[in-house]
């Protein structure tokens, strides 16, 4: 089955640099690959996603570049702000009524 | 926008006893429903796939027996947990696709809920 891997486990930035988040995934057949925060007690919420016909995406200060040939994903926050400190997941699935298999997390910390 | 209600959101419970969650998508149709469990700072690792009308499939490791999960319907699955440990404390969070959206359609998760066995 699908494994997805994720680096860093933890990432701490200063306000207004930037990050960045990576993650691989084994299965070639995976074809939808979304980045959800979660904060504290809460549930995941969806932040932005790709699907493998398109090799970025963008809105606003967050974008994900995908490289299907070499299997990996990357979220790239911009600008960043204390409020984006929370735990990142990234997430791998084949279409269909198959689930998301997600990452570890990445737990990003703002400092001010 | 498509919504999923997840049913307590906490509950304390004494060893032994069973619990009852509820995963209702509100304003769409789902024939396949997904339940995870969070542990304190870990990843959401998938459960189960509860399937409507049908036997929900397992993940290795996961004890059929103990997580009851049955999908009567089109919108609503259910995880029992039977006689809870304290080991089974945890997050247990239920998602959701919209059946006519097919494979594109996002995955939508309910809020949670927080089991504390005692």
């Known amino acids: 089955g699908e494994n997805v891997e994720q680096h860093p486990s933890t990432l701490s930035v200063q306000e207004g640099d930037s990050a960045v988040i990576k993650c691989t995934y084994s299965?070639?057949?995976?074809?939808?690959f979304p980045w959800y925060k979660q904060e504290l007690g809460k549930r995941p919420q969806l932040i932005i996603d790709i699907r493998s016909n398109v090799g970025e995406k963008k809105d606003q200060r967050i974008a994900v570049t995908l490289n299907k040939t070499a299997k990996h994903f990357s979220l790239h926050i911009t600008e960043t702000q204390p409020e984006d400190s929370a735990v990142y997941f990234c997430a791998a699935m084949v279409s269909g009524n198959t689930p998301l298999v997600f990452g570890k997390g990445t737990r990003l910390s703002v400092i001010a | 926008g498509a919504v999923v209600s997840q049913h307590p959101s906490r509950v304390i419970c004494k060893s032994g006893t069973s619990v009852k969650i509820e995963c209702r998508s509100l304003?769409?149709?789902?024939?396949?429903m997904f339940w995870y469990r969070q542990f304190p700072k870990q990843s959401l690792m998938l459960m189960a796939t509860s399937n409507e009308g049908s036997k929900a499939t397992y993940e290795q490791g996961v004890e059929k027996d103990k997580f009851l999960i049955n999908h009567a319907s089109l919108t609503l699955s259910t995880l029992t947990v039977t006689s809870a440990h304290p080991e089974d404390s945890s997050f247990y969070i239920c998602?959701?696709?919209?059946?006519?959206?097919?494979?594109?359609?996002?995955?939508?998760f309910g809020n949670g809920t927080r089991l504390t066995v005692t």
């Open positions: 299965d070639s057949a995976s074809n939808y």
């Open positions: 998602s959701a696709r919209d059946t006519k959206g097919g494979g594109n359609s996002p995955l939508h």
């Open positions: 304003d769409f149709q789902a024939t396949t």
